[in-house]
């Protein structure tokens, strides 16, 4: 079945590590996303992709890190630059300026 | 640039009534517009969307929107509420030319209540 997956479900890092989240999707789409979700601020974009070896910023990318080596892969790196890193993350793909977004299950993660 | 604004974080409404999920959006061209709903701990699923052409929209679940450019608005509505609706609602905009930026809304809690 095609889709994104997303893993782990669940992270734990300690401050001042970094972390790496990962995303992979069979659907052949150009575009990916990664969405960070914190309670009552909907979902806020960190970083978007549209084709391979080039990426742009979203609203919200200090302290974060992707790179697009693949079509099918985009990672996001945690740094520790990061303040306040706790949150679910969510990454999504679509085909085309104009189409939906699919989504993965999300990764949640929190600083111990 | 696009942005996305839903009124009202939390809605409540009894079961077997009418829900109206509000969302208002800014964008300097024709956008393409989208409903979302997610369940706890989960990703997002498409209800329904708009890009051109007929400007009500239905969707998954008894849903339907109607996009109305004069009032730059892309209001959810289903005229009677159940259960299992209760989740968080979350709109989206997608310009339709130069940008593959693709911006939510807050989002909305509905709680449906017996």
């Known amino acids: 079945d095609g889709g994104i997956t997303q893993s782990p479900k669940y992270l734990f890092r300690k401050e001042g590590q970094n972390v790496t989240l990962s995303c992979e999707q069979n659907?052949?789409?150009?575009?990916m996303y990664w969405y960070r979700q914190d309670p009552g601020q909907g979902l806020r974009l960190i970083y978007y992709s549209q084709i391979v070896n080039d990426f742009q910023k979203g609203d919200i990318a200090e302290g974060y890190s992707v790179s697009r080596e693949k079509k099918e892969s985009f990672p996001l790196t945690v740094t520790s630059a990061q303040k306040n890193p706790t949150a679910f993350y969510l990454c999504a793909s679509k085909q085309g300026a104009t189409t939906e977004a699919f989504f993965g299950q999300g990764t949640r993660l929190t600083v111990v | 640039a696009q942005s996305v604004t839903q009124l009202g974080s939390h809605v409540s409404v009894s079961e077997g009534a009418l829900v109206l999920l509000r969302c208002n959006y800014s964008s300097s061209v024709p956008p393409y517009l989208f409903w979302y709903v997610q369940y706890p701990n989960q990703g997002l699923q498409l209800l329904l969307k708009y890009t051109t052409g007929a400007t009500l929209v239905k969707g998954i679940n008894g849903f339907e929107a109607e996009f109305k450019k004069s009032e730059t608005s892309f209001h959810l509505t289903k005229p009677s509420a159940h259960m299992s609706d209760a989740a968080e609602y979350f709109c989206a905009v997608s310009l339709t030319s130069g940008t593959y930026k693709y911006i939510f809304g807050t989002g909305t809690r509905l709680k449906v209540l017996a």
């Open positions: 659907l052949n789409h150009d575009a």
